[in-house]
T-cell receptor, first 116, second 119 residues
């Protein structure tokens, strides 16, 4: 079974600065998807960025980018020019490419606090 | 374009009771997944419905059951409630694809969740 580990329970960043959230995962599969989701206090889980394991190029979405290290099974999220609205719980998630269905396996989450 | 909607927003029940939670998927989506999120933890996959059948199931007891209707909306039922069932229940929808059983690479869109409290 696949597992996702987020070793940072909480992180803080100054507004306009850059922060990196860590995620490692364990799988025996070669093809899969990785995601970062954001969950603000409003509770809705919002997709931030996704990465297909077969793509070597790291995904980017505006101020959000990932550092995908397949061999190390590492998938970190970098947030540049942090804004107050970035404060939330961030979850790393794994999805099998081959498995029937498309369930997500989530990590325990990292609380991100943004200081003004 | 309506997103994923869940009802009710908050529910209080007592041990031993039964509860039904409801989810309407995002317009155009046909696959619905349910997750349980305990306080301070990541969501845990309960099950997924496609074409009105349970397609995939997580490690949850039979007390947790579900249903999908022809309009793709879904219900999550929990019987014989335990204190440990207190959690945020999230519904997610996605669009099926050409893969086996409708598996696709489309991302899941989440609703705001139902907060279930067991007294």
């Amino acid at each position: 079974a696949q597992t996702v580990t987020q070793s940072q329970p909480e992180m803080s960043v100054q507004e306009a600065e850059t922060v990196t959230l860590s995620c490692t995962y364990d799988t025996s599969e070669s093809d899969y998807y990785l995601f970062w989701y954001k969950q603000p206090p409003s509770r809705q889980m919002i997709l931030v960025i996704r990465q297909e394991a077969y793509k070597q190029q790291n995904a980017t979405e505006n101020r959000f980018s990932v550092n995908f290290q397949k061999a190390a099974k590492s998938f970190s999220l970098k947030i540049s020019d942090s804004q107050l609205g970035d404060a939330a719980m961030y979850f790393c998630a794994y999805r099998s490419f081959m498995e029937y269905g498309n369930k997500l396996v989530f990590g325990a989450g990292t609380i991100l606090r943004v200081k003004s | 374009d309506a997103g994923v909607t869940q009802s009710p927003t908050h529910l209080i029940k007592t041990r031993g009771q039964q509860v039904t939670l409801r989810c309407s998927p995002k317009s155009g989506h046909d696959t619905v997944s349910w997750y349980q999120q305990a306080l301070g933890q990541g969501p845990q996959f309960i099950f997924q419905y496609y074409e009105e059948e349970e397609r995939q199931r997580g490690n949850f007891p039979d007390r947790f059951s579900g249903h999908q209707f022809p309009n793709y909306s879904s219900e999550l039922n929990v019987n014989a409630l335990l204190l440990g069932d207190s959690a945020l229940y999230l519904c997610a929808s996605s669009l099926s694809g050409p893969g086996q059983g409708g598996t696709s690479n489309q991302p899941q869109h989440f609703g705001d969740g139902t907060r279930l409290s067991i007294l």
